[in-house]
């Protein structure tokens, strides 16, 4: 099976602009989760989504928002960015079986805000 | 759990030799656990898991080791191989239907050859 992919792997963005990143689960899977992973504060998690619907959220701003489709892509949004918001933006799906919590985890897009 | 203003641990181990990295978890009613490999410019690799009715699980050259009194986790790694230089994070996560996971601050393991 093809891994999660992530689109697109990198991204430069100024101050106040929003972005939009998308990812690809693993075929079958039907949980897509987001995290934020910077130097200072590690990996944090954003939210989850499964069947479309937003089942958790961390604690983010409202700045940041996601959605998923009914074919499990996934994609979230950062709107007025400001400067912290450089990181690197993980994705990761489970097949969200009963017994299933093994999470994997896409190569990330790199945002960098200037 | 997570840190403000991270410091990373590091571990330097000779090639051949076996690693142990530890973890402490911060919930308590947290009941499965993960090993994430992360390498420069890659996201996190699943290593193993393990569950809180278990303190012991191995796999292919690694080991992970669960002590829920002091909330501790550990990962053994066997013959450790250049390969194996990377950062190293264990996960938590609450059972039921929500797949959220909280991340330690990460060890960043070196072998020396």
């Known amino acids: 099976k093809a891994g999660v992919t992530q689109t697109p792997r990198y991204l430069i963005k100024t101050r106040g602009q929003q972005v939009t990143l998308s990812c690809s689960p693993i075929?079958?899977?039907?949980?897509v989760s987001w995290y934020q992973q910077t130097p200072g504060q590690g990996l944090q998690f954003l939210f989850e989504?499964?069947?479309?619907?937003?089942?958790n959220k961390g604690n983010f701003p409202g700045r940041f928002s996601g959605r998923q489709f009914s074919n499990s892509r996934s994609e979230m949004n950062v709107s007025t960015l400001e400067l912290g918001d450089s990181a690197l933006y993980l994705c990761?799906?489970?097949?969200?079986?009963?017994?299933?919590?093994?999470?994997?985890f896409g190569p990330g897009t790199r945002l960098t805000v200037t | 759990g997570e840190s403000v203003g991270l410091h990373l641990p590091t571990l330097s181990v000779q090639e051949g030799d076996n690693s142990i990295i530890n973890c402490a978890y911060s919930?308590?009613?947290?009941?499965?656990f993960i090993w994430y490999k992360q390498e420069s410019g890659k996201g996190p690799q699943f290593i193993i898991d393990?569950?809180?009715?278990?303190d012991k699980r191995q796999g292919q050259r690694v080991t992970v080791l669960l002590n829920k009194t002091v909330k501790h986790l550990s990962l053994q790694i066997a013959a450790t191989q250049p390969g194996d230089s990377a950062v190293y994070f264990c996960?938590?996560?609450?059972?039921?239907?929500?797949?959220?996971?909280?991340f330690g601050s990460g060890t960043q393991l070196t072998v020396l050859p």
């Open positions: 990761a799906s489970s097949e969200n079986s009963g017994s299933s919590y093994e999470q994997y």
């Open positions: 075929s079958g899977h039907r949980s």
């Open positions: 989504y499964f069947s479309e619907t937003q089942r």
């Open positions: 919930n308590s009613a947290s009941d499965y």
């Open positions: 393990i569950r809180s009715n278990m």
């Open positions: 996960a938590e996560n609450m059972s039921g239907s929500a797949r959220q996971l909280t």
